[in-house]
């Protein structure tokens, strides 16, 4: 009787329909704390966050139940045997809301490309006249990247979207495959050079290399990786084609739509930096607090606004109330993270890195090694680069800190294709319902010919 009232509570769709009030409520009132700074909020803030988290474990899939509580679990055993108390693991779990704001206001970026007829351009720039796979590929990849390198995640979620429906006649199978390799690879790709890039901005406040100074290292593996992986990845779809209508293209409409693509890209790049620059907001706060408000005024501009409004709220409420794996990862990845820091584990990695402080190419494959190993546990690339920002210390010096930097950028970004528990992945499995680590499968091989690349990029530039 008491699991079929439960099963109940866990199926109802009432519930379901309206779980976006519970984010929206938790997202408010961190907002409010953010900018008040009032101690007591802050307090309710995290209980809400730890309440917030257990309802939304209830209603994620298995599989982040699983990661969930695993995170869970670690993070509170490191956290408690390095002194930590309950109210430090409590704490912990809203560290990452910045991150889950984030993805919350996503839908309103692409509703104002989609209402302002944009998706369709997107859609010409792809589209091939004979359907054929490779080139639609090639296509995907120099779309995705110069999106990418504007709009960051934004670009993903906006590219996938017009690939989903351009390939909706294949099997899901070959659709998701190319799917995840045109944006996800592309992606790593376009923003390793950004100066919006938080792991970039991370890397040179750590290291004291001038942007500027790794910017021609970073554009050289970006070109190196990307001409590779367009040759070797279109192979595979060679002599396939797409069972898809072509839109016949009206040259003039096409490149007023660039035109209007490009100013967009540039403003919203424009107050990115603007905002990045004269605040300590931090890039991903930033960029979460910026979208809803552009998007606003951007759809104004286009007169497109009652509609943008109707097709946004719809699109929000909905993609607000999946938020659960997105919730659960991010909340209980808070925990792990801030256990992890305050944990001896940093202090061995230290240790480890002063063995071979003699040998550059050792530390730049260890540097790898940390980065890629820890992404497959679920540590995101900021948290470790921040970890070895301290643990690199005793080994940087004037000959080998440009080497360092460009793998610490390059690494930190290639593993972003491959990561399991990573933003890009989670996100594309989310959309897709597939498991994180069949992405994983599919694009390790390309995350370790860049991580590689970049070191030999890296040992290149210590000769120069």
């Not at 424009?270 to 951007?298: C, E, K, R, W, Y």
Request: proline share 3%; hydrophobic share 55%; aromatic share 12%.
């Amino acid at each position: 009787m008491k699991a079929g009232i439960t099963l109940n509570i866990l199926y109802n769709q009432t519930i379901l329909r309206n779980f976006f009030y519970i984010y929206a409520v938790l997202f408010i009132l961190f907002l409010i704390y953010f900018f008040s700074g009032v101690g007591v909020l802050g307090r309710f803030v995290d209980y809400l966050g730890v309440g917030v988290l257990i309802v939304s474990w209830l209603f994620s899939s298995r599989l982040f139940k699983l990661i969930g509580g695993l995170f869970i679990i670690a993070g509170a055993a490191f956290t408690l045997t390095s002194g930590g108390s309950i109210g430090t693991i409590i704490s912990n779990t809203t560290s990452n809301l910045p991150l889950l704001l984030f993805f919350s206001t996503l839908p309103w970026i692409g509703t104002v490309v989609k209402v302002g007829g944009l998706d369709d351009s997107i859609t010409e720039m792809i589209q091939d006249q004979a359907n054929r796979v490779e080139k639609i590929y090639g296509r995907s990849v120099i779309t995705s990247y110069f999106l990418a390198v504007f709009l960051n995640l934004s670009a993903i979620y906006i590219i996938q979207q017009v690939l989903r429906e351009l390939f909706k006649k294949t099997t899901v199978g070959f659709r998701n495959e190319f799917i995840i390799k045109s944006t996800l690879r592309a992606f790593a790709l376009a923003v390793i050079w950004s100066p919006l890039e938080v792991i970039v901005g991370l890397t040179v406040d750590s290291t004291g290399v001038s942007y500027f100074t790794l910017l021609p290292w970073l554009l050289v593996t970006s070109v190196i990786v990307g001409l590779t992986e367009v040759f070797l990845t279109r192979r595979e779809f060679n002599d396939i084609t797409l069972d898809a209508s072509f839109n016949e293209i009206d040259r003039q409409a096409l490149g007023r739509s660039i035109i209007k693509m490009v100013i967009l890209l540039i403003s919203f790049l424009s107050v990115v930096m603007l905002f990045n620059t004269n605040s300590d907001l931090g890039f991903v706060m930033t960029v979460a607090l910026i979208i809803i408000p552009f998007s606003f005024v951007t759809a104004l501009v286009m007169k497109r606004f009652p509609i943008f409004i109707r097709t946004g709220w719809a699109t929000w409420k909905n993609h607000n109330n999946y938020l659960q794996n997105f919730s659960v990862l991010f909340l209980s990845l808070g925990i792990f993270s801030g256990g992890f820091n305050s944990s001896s584990v940093p202090g061995v990695m230290q240790q480890v890195f002063g063995y071979v402080d003699s040998f550059l190419i050792l530390i730049l494959l260890l540097i790898m090694a940390v980065i890629y190993g820890l992404a497959m546990f679920g540590v995101h690339p900021v948290a470790t680069l921040a970890i070895l920002a301290e643990v690199l210390v005793p080994v940087m010096n004037p000959e080998n800190v440009l080497s360092i930097g460009i793998v610490m950028v390059v690494c930190g970004m290639g593993i972003s294709a491959a990561a399991p528990y990573g933003i890009n992945a989670t996100m594309t499995a989310q959309s897709m319902g597939i498991n994180p680590y069949r992405i994983t499968k599919m694009n390790m091989g390309f995350s370790l010919r860049m991580g590689l690349t970049g070191i030999l990029i890296a040992m290149i530039a210590l000769m120069i």
